[in-house]
Structures are given as C-alpha cells and as structure tokens.
C-alpha cells in the first residue's frame, strides 16, 4: 500500500540537522479520527506540549490495527470504537531515535464509553485529557499548530512528527470522504 505521505526531519524540521542513521528499528502505530454521535472529533491535549493529536499509540504484538484502535481509543478518549475504516499509513523517518515508524489512520464511531480511567499510569502522569471538536476546528487546531511548528514555536521532536502526521491522516479521511 502506498503511505499517504512519507515524513522524515526536514520535513519537519527544516532548519534542524538530522543524525545519521545506519540502521532503522521499526514501531507500528495506530491513530485514530473518532467521531462521537454529535460530529465531533476527539482530540488528546496534556499540559506539557500544549497540542491537540488524534488519539492513538503503539500496536502491540498480536494486536491488529482496529484491536490497537479501540484499546487505544479506550485509554485516551474514553470510549470503544464501531465501524472502523482503513484510512491508510503514514510513514516516519526520526533519525533521533533511529525509528522508522508505520502509523495505520483509523476512522471510527465512537461507542460505549469506558467506566474506568484506563490511561496509562504515564498518560495520568501528564494529565493527558479529551476534547471534542467539531471537523472545522479541528482543521484549524491542525493548521495553527502546523504554522506554529514551520515557525520554530514548537521544540518537542517527537510531538513536531505527531502534528504533521496527524494533519495528514485527518486531511486524507476528509479527501475519503470519511469524516464531514
């Protein structure tokens, strides 16, 4: 399958000198576009970056993606998941790290909510918390946050790879028609 766009540090961060990697370890990760029954978009916040991210993390072993999607979804934004659809993957190069992430998108109706906090003890830790939005904000939460990031206001690497690629997992479910 084709990744819906291929991220690498100077694309994220173009005045910065990336390290040299020899050798990729590989992380698969999932991100989701959950919807709840008024439209809205669930998006994570937490008072230590300040930004706004789709919901999601690391696909654990024997986990497929939609399994990932609604434990992920469980954790950070409260409630399981319905109907999900592939959006596609998304491909990073963080020479940092020397990990080359593949990020399946994931869009999905939100549906039970949890009855238990199931955040991680690291996800309690930063306060992580949930917010919806509707489509229109959450395409101007992506932009500003992207300008932000172009204009060197945002320092933290892996949080710097997250908006990027959370904008274009958004902006491809709305070219797919996935989300209005």
């Given at each position: 399958m084709k990744p819906i766009t291929t991220l690498n540090d100077s694309?994220?961060?173009?005045?910065?000198?990336?390290?040299a990697v020899e050798t990729w370890s590989e992380r698969r990760t999932v991100k989701i576009v959950l919807q709840n029954e008024r439209g809205e978009i669930?998006?994570?916040?937490?008072?230590?970056?300040n930004c706004h991210l789709l919901p999601g993390g690391e696909i654990e072993d024997g986990e497929s993606?939609?399994?990932a999607a609604d434990r992920e979804?469980?954790?950070e934004a409260n409630r399981s998941i319905k109907q999900p659809v592939d959006i596609g993957i998304v491909e990073e190069f963080r020479a940092r790290d020397g990990k080359h992430y593949i990020t399946s998108g994931v869009a999905a109706l939100a549906d039970t909510p949890t009855e238990e906090?199931?955040?991680t003890g690291n996800e309690k830790d930063l306060g992580l918390k949930v917010n919806w939005?509707?489509?229109d904000d959450v395409l101007k939460i992506f932009a500003d946050q992207n300008r932000r990031l172009a204009e060197g206001k945002i320092e933290f690497y892996n949080t710097g790879?997250?908006?990027v690629r959370d904008k274009a997992i958004v902006d491809e479910a709305v070219k797919r028609g996935l989300i209005k």
């Open positions: 694309d994220v961060f173009p005045h910065k000198q990336a390290a669930a998006l994570v916040t937490n008072p230590v970056h993606v939609h399994q979804c469980r954790e906090d199931t955040r939005y509707p489509l790879f997250n908006i």
